[in-house]
Antibody, heavy 121, light 107 residues
C-alpha cells in the first residue's frame, strides 16, 4: 500500500523559510513523478510544483518560481519543497501527491494527509 | 495559464438524483482533464482521467465527458456517500490548474 507522509509545516514569519518533506513507502519511488499541491479555504486546490521520477525535470506554478524549490532523494524515498521568502498568502495545507508514472503530471493517484503552513507575524 | 471555471459552486441533491457538474477551460485542452473528489478533512481522491476514463475502483455511477473546452462530471443515482467537493484539473500545459470546486450536498 502506497503511503505518503508530509512533515515540516509550522508557523513562520513573512519573509521566512520552511522546508517540507514527504516520506513515501509501499512503492518504487523513482518510478513516479511527484508533486506538491496546496489548499486554502479561499483559493481551493493549487498545484505548486512537480518533479519527474529521476529528479531531472521540474516545473512550478508562477507563484512558486524563484521562491520554491522541489527536489527528491530516491535513495531515501523522500520528496522535498524548500520554500523561501514566504508570504502571508502562502499559508495553506500542503499535500504531496504521487503521479501515475515517471513523467506524467496531474494524475494524482495517491496523496498524503497534508501539512499545515502558517505565515504570520 | 489555463483557467478552469466550474459550475455550479454548490448544489444540493436528493439520493437517486442525477448530478452534472460543468468545467469550462479558457482554451482548448483536448481531453486533458482529470476529476477529483474530496471529502471534509480528507485528501482528494482521483476519480476520472482523460475526461472520461473511470479510475479503477471508482463506482460506475460516476462518469465524465467532454473535449476541447467543455467538460462534465456526472453522478447517476447519487448516494449519500457522494457528498463532497469535486474539482477538475487540467494537465494539458504547465502550470497545472484546478477548477475552484463544486460542493455537492445530499439532502
Amino acid at each position: 500500500e502506497v503511503q505518503l507522509l508530509e512533515s515540516g509545516g509550522g508557523l513562520v514569519q513573512p519573509g521566512g523559510s520552511l522546508r517540507l518533506s514527504c516520506t513515501a513507502s509501499g512503492l518504487i519511488f523513482r518510478n513516479y513523478a511527484m508533486n506538491w499541491v496546496r489548499q486554502t479555504p479561499g483559493k481551493g486546490l493549487e498545484w505548486v510544483s512537480g518533479i519527474s521520477g529521476n529528479g531531472i525535470s521540474t516545473n512550478y506554478a508562477d507563484f512558486a518560481k524563484g521562491r520554491f524549490t522541489i527536489s527528491r532523494d530516491n535513495s531515501k524515498n523522500m520528496l522535498y519543497l524548500q520554500m523561501n521568502s514566504l508570504r502571508v498568502e502562502d499559508a495553506a495545507v500542503y499535500f504531496c501527491a504521487k503521479d501515475q508514472s515517471t513523467y506524467s503530471y496531474g494524475y494524482f493517484e495517491n496523496w498524503g494527509q497534508g501539512t499545515l503552513v502558517t505565515v504570520s507575524s | 495559464d489555463t483557467t478552469l471555471t466550474q459550475s455550479p459552486a454548490f448544489m444540493s441533491a436528493t439520493p437517486g438524483d442525477k448530478v452534472i457538474i460543468s468545467c469550462k477551460a479558457s482554451q482548448d485542452i483536448d481531453d486533458d482533464v482529470n476529476w477529483y473528489q474530496q471529502k471534509p478533512g480528507k485528501a482528494p481522491l482521483f476519480i476520472i482521467q482523460e475526461a472520461s476514463t473511470l479510475v479503477p475502483g471508482i463506482p460506475p455511477r460516476f462518469s465524465g465527458g467532454g473535449y476541447g473546452t467543455d467538460f462534465t462530471l456526472t453522478i447517476n443515482n447519487i448516494e449519500s456517500e457522494d457528498a463532497a467537493y469535486y474539482f477538475c484539473l487540467q494537465h494539458d500545459s504547465f502550470p497545472l490548474t484546478f477548477g475552484q470546486g463544486t460542493k455537492v450536498e445530499i439532502k
